[in-house]
């Protein structure tokens, strides 16, 4: 039941909608269907299910775990999930061809404050009243 006494929306629904924020159990339960729902998909060799043919084929292949995905999770997580699955996929699929032609993979981590592997110029850590004359400088 919603906040006016004459709706009859469940949480469900709202959730669903964007109206409610899930908590972290219905978040969980989100994703462990999201989890069952992409494992049905690769079992059958269904990279995007949002798009034909793969939409049609996973309606066929995975009628249960569809239905529980859309269910147990909201729109927007629903769609997102599926474009994330599909983008991951294509990530996996350009690393494998790099390094099948050679490539070899560069770690890579960096730091607002310069404490990364990328070298930054050194310089003495700015103050408070350095920030504040910058400030004020910018303010004219």
């Given at each position: 039941m919603g906040w006016l006494p004459f709706t009859t929306a469940s949480r469900g629904d709202e959730i669903r909608s964007g109206a409610a924020i899930p908590t972290r159990?219905?978040?969980?339960?989100?994703?462990?269907?999201?989890?069952?729902?992409?494992?049905?998909?690769?079992?059958?060799?269904?990279?995007?299910?949002?798009?034909?043919?793969?939409?049609?084929?996973?309606?066929?292949?995975?009628?249960?775990?569809?239905?529980?995905?859309?269910?147990?999770?909201?729109?927007?997580?629903?769609?997102?999930f599926k474009q994330w699955r599909v983008a991951d996929a294509q990530k996996r699929r350009r690393i494998e061809q790099l390094q099948a032609e050679g490539a070899v993979e560069a770690a890579v981590s960096s730091s607002f404050a310069g404490g990364?592997?990328?070298?930054?110029?050194?310089?003495?850590?700015?103050?408070?009243?350095?920030?504040?004359?910058?400030?004020d400088k910018k303010r004219g």
């Open positions: 159990s219905e978040r969980a339960v989100c994703w462990a269907a999201r989890d069952a729902y992409f494992g049905c998909l690769d079992a059958h060799s269904i990279i995007d299910a949002s798009k034909a043919p793969g939409a049609g084929a996973a309606a066929a292949a995975c009628p249960e775990t569809s239905a529980a995905f859309e269910k147990d999770c909201a729109a927007a997580w629903v769609k997102y990364g592997n990328i070298a930054a110029p050194a310089r003495a850590q700015a103050t408070k009243e350095d920030i504040q004359a910058m400030l």
